[in-house]
């Protein structure tokens, strides 16, 4: 019985060790893709920003709290030239303060506003940048945060419709 016993020890432990192994290889992979969206547009920096921020104010409860032009804060700074890169800055105050009046919830602050980043690549492709907030629901599904998550990707997801964008987990 005991011959049998060791065999069986040590390919657990490999399955094991090769689990943790492949595991982090996965997430490694499909980290960025899952944390973070890129939508490449049609439309120049410029009409991209404008299309954002009127929509971003056009829904209600909604507002543009500033638009940073990062290029220029970067070379203000001393940093090299980066191109073009513009960040949004926005909020709603109802969800921000339904978050924020439990103590056990003011940590979400560290991810208010919330930001949409517009940016050129260097082959002149228009991007958007955002963070997953789908993701974000779904990590927090079990918790009060995940549900004023969700108000906060089905608003999102309203201002990027010009684009047909949809957050999904990948």
């Not at 629901?137 to 047909?164: C, D, N, P, W, Y």
């Amino acid at each position: 019985m005991k011959k049998h016993i060791i065999p069986l020890f040590i390919g657990m432990s490999i399955g094991v060790v090769l689990s943790f192994f492949l595991v982090g290889l996965v997430l490694e992979v499909a980290a960025p893709s899952m944390l973070f969206k890129e939508i490449t547009v049609p439309y120049s920096l410029d009409k991209t920003v404008s299309l954002i921020t009127s929509r971003i104010n056009k829904q209600e409860g909604w507002h543009v709290i500033s638009v940073i032009n990062e290029q220029k804060e970067i070379i203000k700074n001393g940093g090299k030239d980066i191109g073009r890169v513009k960040i949004i800055k926005f909020s709603n105050a109802k969800l921000s303060a339904k978050m924020l009046d439990k103590d056990e919830s003011k940590f979400m602050a560290v991810e208010m506003p919330l930001s949409i980043a517009v940016y050129e690549k260097s082959d002149g492709r228009v991007t958007i940048g955002l963070m997953n907030s789908y993701m974000m629901a779904r990590l927090f599904s079990t918790r009060r945060e995940g549900a004023i998550m969700e108000q906060v990707v089905k608003g999102v997801e309203a201002v990027l419709g010009f684009v047909h964008f949809r957050f999904t987990i990948f």
